[in-house]
C-alpha cells in the first residue's frame, strides 16, 4: 500500500506570495492533519480534517488555511508569506479520526521564503 | 492542556550501550502516547504506541517504551544501540475526544562507532 504523498518536495517562495500544498493520504485514510516543523518551534500542529471537516485548528493566524476533498485527499494554503513561514510542513494520515489511531506521515513539503 | 516534555535534547551513545530516551506528559486524564523516529530529510516514523492495557510496549528496530501512570513517563529504551539508530526522536500524547497530537522539542541521537 502506498505511504502519504506530499507534493512537491521542495518549494522556494518570496515574501508576499502565496503557497499551496498538496497531500494524498493512505487508500482507505479519512482523518488529514498538517503540522508545521521549524528548528527553533518544533512540531506544531497546524489542523484535522476527518471527511471534509475541519476537527481541530493550532494556534495560527488566519494566513494558514487548508480543505480535504470527497477523495480524503487534503491542501493547505498559506497567503502572504512570510520569512518565518520557512518551515517543513507535513501531512500525517490516519485510518480514523480516532485519538487512539497512530498517523502516518508523508516526507513533507520544504518551503523557503526569501 | 496536555503537554510534552523530552529531556535532553542531544543524547550520545557508544554503539552497543543502551539508548535511554526520556518523556514525562502532563495531561488531566490518561492519554495516548506515542514515540516517532525522523531521519534527515524524511518524514515521522511510528516506532511504538500506548494505548490501554500492557504498560510495557514493544515497537519496531527493538525499541520498547514503558507506560508509568505514577510518574507520568513514557521513557524510550534500546538495549544495544545501532549507528542505523541515529535520528531524531520524538514524543507525542493525545487525549481521547477532539484534541490533537502534541509533541515533545525532540531528542537528537548520536552513536558513536
Same mark, same amino acid.
Given at each position: 500500500?502506498?505511504?502519504? @504523498? #506530499?507534493?512537491?518536495r521542495y518549494?522556494?517562495?518570496? *515574501?508576499?506570495?502565496?503557497?499551496?500544498? &498538496?497531500? +494524498?493520504?493512505?487508500?482507505?485514510?479519512?482523518?488529514?492533519?498538517?503540522?508545521?516543523q521549524t528548528p527553533?518551534?518544533g512540531l506544531?500542529?497546524?489542523?484535522?480534517?476527518?471527511?471534509? @471537516? #475541519?476537527?481541530?485548528?493550532?494556534?495560527?493566524?488566519? *494566513?494558514?488555511?487548508?480543505?480535504?476533498? &470527497?477523495? +480524503?485527499?487534503?491542501?493547505?494554503?498559506?497567503?502572504?508569506?512570510?520569512?518565518?513561514?520557512?518551515a517543513l510542513?507535513l501531512?500525517?494520515?490516519?485510518?480514523?479520526?480516532?485519538?487512539?489511531?497512530?498517523?502516518?506521515f508523508g516526507p513533507g513539503t520544504r518551503?523557503?521564503?526569501? | 492542556?496536555?503537554?510534552?516534555?523530552?529531556?535532553?535534547?542531544h543524547?550520545?551513545?557508544?554503539?552497543?550501550?543502551?539508548?535511554?530516551?526520556?518523556?514525562?506528559?502532563?495531561?488531566?486524564?490518561?492519554?495516548?502516547?506515542?514515540?516517532y523516529v525522523q531521519y534527515p530529510n524524511q518524514g515521522l516514523q511510528?516506532?511504538?504506541?500506548?494505548?490501554?492495557?500492557?504498560?510495557?510496549?514493544?515497537?519496531?528496530?527493538?525499541?520498547?517504551?514503558?507506560?508509568?501512570?505514577?510518574?507520568?513517563?513514557?521513557?524510550?529504551?534500546?538495549?544495544?544501540?545501532?549507528m542505523s539508530d541515529a535520528a531524531e526522536y520524538f514524543?507525542?500524547?493525545?487525549?481521547?475526544?477532539?484534541?490533537?497530537?502534541?509533541?515533545?522539542?525532540g531528542t537528537r541521537l548520536s552513536v558513536?562507532?
Amino acid at each position: 500500500k502506498a505511504g502519504v @504523498t #506530499q507534493t512537491p518536495r521542495y518549494l522556494i517562495k518570496t *515574501r508576499g506570495q502565496q503557497v499551496t500544498l &498538496s497531500c +494524498s493520504p493512505i487508500s482507505g485514510h479519512r482523518s488529514v492533519s498538517w503540522y508545521q516543523q521549524t528548528p527553533g518551534q518544533g512540531l506544531q500542529f497546524l489542523f484535522e480534517y476527518f471527511s471534509e @471537516t #475541519q476537527r481541530n485548528k493550532g494556534n495560527f493566524p488566519g *494566513r494558514f488555511s487548508g480543505r480535504q476533498f &470527497s477523495n +480524503s485527499r487534503s491542501e493547505m494554503n498559506v497567503s502572504t508569506l512570510e520569512l518565518g513561514d520557512s518551515a517543513l510542513y507535513l501531512c500525517a494520515s490516519s485510518i480514523s479520526g480516532v485519538p487512539s489511531y497512530e498517523q502516518y506521515f508523508g516526507p513533507g513539503t520544504r518551503l523557503t521564503v526569501t | 492542556a496536555q503537554s510534552v516534555t523530552q529531556l535532553g535534547s542531544h543524547v550520545s551513545v557508544s554503539e552497543g550501550a543502551l539508548v535511554l530516551l526520556r518523556c514525562n506528559y502532563s495531561s488531566s486524564v490518561p492519554p495516548y502516547l506515542f514515540w516517532y523516529v525522523q531521519y534527515p530529510n524524511q518524514g515521522l516514523q511510528l516506532l511504538l504506541k500506548y494505548t490501554t492495557g500492557a504498560t510495557l510496549v514493544k515497537g519496531i528496530n527493538g525499541f520498547e517504551a514503558e507506560f508509568k501512570k505514577s510518574e507520568t513517563s513514557f521513557h524510550l529504551t534500546k538495549p544495544s544501540a545501532h549507528m542505523s539508530d541515529a535520528a531524531e526522536y520524538f514524543c507525542a500524547v493525545r487525549r481521547s475526544g477532539n484534541t490533537p497530537l502534541v509533541f515533545g522539542k525532540g531528542t537528537r541521537l548520536s552513536v558513536i562507532a
